[in-house]
């Protein structure tokens, strides 16, 4: 830690956390001071960074004296209630929760996609959720090669989308199983929830709460998220997500229709140039991305590339990425680069 | 088994067979003779039925001599071999594998959906592919009320599609994950395809072999079948078909465009009346289908009903059935009691 900026990291001891941690030394940021925060309940808690021991702080608003970027991914009460006073002490905050994402007044990006949005920022930048940015990746160089007509989305979700209690959950109640015990749920789908469902050896189309016309919270993301990064408000998008037994890397099912026919190769070879995708799609070499084999990596991995059958412009696709690393922590990090690149951060 | 017909099950020690036999003690089908078949590996194997020992004999040509319902369920190759030799010594056959589906002189069945197609039936009729009745059902009443225009789906199928030994990989899987141990894989996605994944904590985006187009066998099926059995050999019909780690429900996320716009609640009403569904749709008690809930049901189960926010007529479902029963199993003894009932058999 010498030049460089003074970096806070709010909810330091979650799985996000923990990963925006790692992500922040692996990539080496530009970090003079890193302060680790989180609710009352952590406080004290140690954790290495760089071989250093670092002690957690309790997140409150004098923790933010002095901070120039501040990592916000505690939940989304936390963000309402401390996001505007580290900007109010000088901050720019990166908030990885839903709170702030579908203010007008606040950016909400990709940094493959709309870095541009980074320059309008008043002091608050948003992560999108983790589904969105791993589908967005793919979907905006679809659009600007052939305009997006209309996209049907089916989630394949990892357990790590709820957090560490849920990761356990499933760990649990897989060994509960294999030991002959009664398998317990408590976590998912939504801890706050009245009903809880196993998760082991099961499907659960619940992500999230239900907000209206059916749709759940996570579906509504999506969505809304996507039509505000790619600039495209009126733009057909659906979704059903659906929590899965896997433990941390996200799948899509995506049917697009574009508005100008591609075939499957030219697809392919737009994914493949796509900054952050990967394309991984031999089905002669019975190759195509699954969740076990792509965690903890980088990009957005596509294959099962197809021209749609029942439409003249549709392509079907499958999209694995790890949703803890691109779909929050790794994202989260290439914006704060993108900020010192741009000189958006104060100084 | 006194007053009835001389029943032969080929593939009797298969999880389909085993089912078979169960389907038929449950629901009393008239049998007068029992003869279970199978390859000669499996010959002298001694099976229950109504509290007596049956012997597995080898399915050899005589062995279908005086048999007046054949159900085969060994393999398409196994079919392609007997099938016929068992209709011209006078049997019916009803056959689970994929040989015949597609064959214009062979009606394929779901009795609530097309049962006056047996009346043409030739000596043999197919079973559809499992993936195909569970959502066929569904498609069936929809597009008696309001045309189907155009159908995406992405599947989330259960182990138990690959056979037994599919579901013990899987097992096993999690039993060694549990232990510590290392996980292998040898069964799926194909057995005799050259590479195999883990499916515990994974998801295989391959169900059967890969065809042309890039589809997978699988696809083919959901799509040609499900347009010959429903009379709309032009119907716009897409699919995505993925192995998840479940023991023995299919998942099938549905995205239906419709000729006329149906409201969600209307759709819950077609539904809840249609032969063979049942509606499990309550937002707000967290209520859906699941396969750990649906295990051993006859019924496909439909939830997350909702008006698609990216179509005017279009409709989000979330539809879950049991791959053995319904899927296979069920839906064979269900064309076997429409026979009876409809005179078809030959006595």
């Known amino acids: 830690m010498s030049m460089g900026y003074s970096v806070a990291v709010v909810g330091a001891t979650g799985v996000v956390g923990e990963e925006l941690l790692a992500i922040l030394q692996e990539r080496q940021f530009p970090i003079s001071e890193l302060r680790l925060l989180a609710s009352a309940r952590s406080a004290g808690l140690e954790v290495e960074y760089q071989g250093k021991i670092l002690q957690v702080q309790e997140a409150r608003p004098e923790a933010f004296d002095g901070v120039q970027i501040a990592f916000f991914s505690a939940g989304g009460s936390v963000s309402q209630a401390l996001a505007s006073t580290a900007v109010e002490r000088g901050a720019v905050v990166i908030d990885n929760t839903s709170f702030f994402r579908l203010d007008p007044e606040v950016p909400l990006v990709i940094p493959e996609v709309n870095a541009d949005d980074l320059g309008s920022h008043k002091g608050i930048i948003a992560n999108p959720n983790c589904s969105t940015i791993i589908i967005d990746l793919v979907l905006a160089p679809l659009h600007h090669a052939a305009g997006l007509k209309r996209v049907v989305l089916s989630t394949y979700q990892a357990v790590s989308g709820a957090g560490i209690k849920a990761i356990h959950e499933l760990e649990d109640q897989v060994k ?148 803890i690393r691109k779909g929050a922590a790794l994202n989260a990090v290439q914006i704060a680069e993108e900020l010192h690149r741009r000189g958006l951060v104060k100084i």
């Open 176 to 323: 509960d199983y294999a030991a002959g015990k009664e398998v317990t749920a408590k976590v998912l789908p939504v801890s706050s929830a009245p009903k809880h469902y196993p998760i082991a050896f099961n499907l659960i189309p619940q992500i999230d709460l239900f907000e209206d016309a059916g749709y759940t919270k996570e579906e509504w993301k999506m969505i809304r998220e996507t039509q505000k990064l790619l600039h495209l408000p009126e733009l057909r998008i659906t979704a059903t997500t659906v929590r899965v037994p896997v433990l941390r890397c996200h799948s899509i099912a995506a049917n697009i229709e574009l508005e100008q026919k591609l075939s499957a190769a030219k697809v392919q070879e737009i994914l493949s140039q796509a900054a952050g995708v990967s394309v991984l799609d031999d089905p002669s070499q019975q190759l195509y991305p699954m969740p076990i084999e792509l965690s903890g990596c980088d990009d957005v991995f596509v294959g099962r590339i197809r021209e749609d059958n029942s439409s003249a412009t549709g392509i079907n696709l499958w999209v694995v990425g790890d949703q």
